[in-house]
């Protein structure tokens, strides 16, 4: 299982934060998932990893509208690492059309530039290995 996950700077109290992403091994849903993750978006893969598809529908169905600011001339900042399936043209176009900056940070330097991962989510990591 692999995970997308958001962490907006900016609060809103209208808005609840953008709900994770789930990517299972698999080729069908099992309803168990549902039950389980239900405030989550759930999507399958052959490996259980994101891949170029899963995250153009992460940018467009969970990203994009969950951000989204009241001010439509408002931009937003998105950090992403320097997965391959960040910078396809697709979700570039995808997020200049819909105001969203990407920056991206340099491979194999999440230890030292990526505060989420070593903050936060190795804490969540830890708990799913324990919890597994």
């Avoid at 900042?77 to 900056?101: M, N, P, R, Y």
Wanted: charged share 25%.
């Amino acid at each position: 299982m692999s995970l997308i996950e958001c962490i907006p700077l900016k609060a809103s109290s209208q808005r609840p934060r953008p709900r994770p992403w789930f990517i299972f091994k698999g080729k069908q849903h099992i309803k168990q998932w549902f039950d389980a993750y239900n405030e989550a978006h759930i999507s399958l893969s052959s490996k259980g990893w994101t891949d170029n598809n899963i995250r153009y529908k992460w940018f467009e169905r969970c990203f994009e509208p969950e951000t989204r600011p009241d001010d439509k001339n408002e931009w937003r900042l998105l950090i992403v690492d320097g997965h391959a399936s960040h910078v396809t043209t697709k979700a570039i176009k995808f997020c200049l059309a819909h105001k969203i900056v990407l920056l991206c940070l340099p491979p194999h330097a999440t230890h030292i530039l990526q505060p989420l991962d070593v903050g936060i989510f190795a804490l969540l990591a830890a708990l799913y290995k324990k919890g597994v």
